[in-house]
Nanobody, 122 residues
């Protein structure tokens, strides 16, 4: 019913930038909150940034000031601009959507994308 497809990952040198994008598809009427999480090898999945349909955002302390999240409600997309990347940012990044309302009136609590690898290395 709902698919989230990420794009934009890759290999970048420390100090570089990447932009991740995620598009939601399916019989979606609205999505309350969209965001990005990441998981490095041996670590649990952690919040990077998220944004509600009204615009408020929150960021992990480790990315505050370096990453910027944005979304297009009409297109059901969310993007993450990542600047000043560090090796510690290396992880698989997952797109997330919370509190999804479908066109038939059903509600889904959450949905996840399959992830995109971001590697920061010289």
């Amino acid at each position: 019913q709902v698919q989230l497809v990420e794009s934009g990952g890759g290999l970048v040198q420390p100090g570089g930038s990447l932009r991740l994008s995620c598009a939601a598809s399916g019989t979606i009427f609205s999505i309350y909150r969209m965001g990005w999480y990441r998981q490095a090898p041996g670590n649990t999945r952690e919040l990077v940034a998220r944004i509600t349909s009204g615009g408020p955002t929150n960021y992990a302390d480790s990315v505050q000031g370096r990453f910027t999240i944005s979304r297009d409600n009409a297109e059901k997309t969310v993007s993450l601009q990542m600047n000043s990347l560090k090796p510690d940012d290396t992880a698989v990044y997952y797109c997330n959507a919370d509190q999804i309302t479908l066109r038939n009136g059903e509600h889904l609590l959450t949905a996840w994308g399959q992830g995109t690898q971001v590697t920061v290395s010289s």
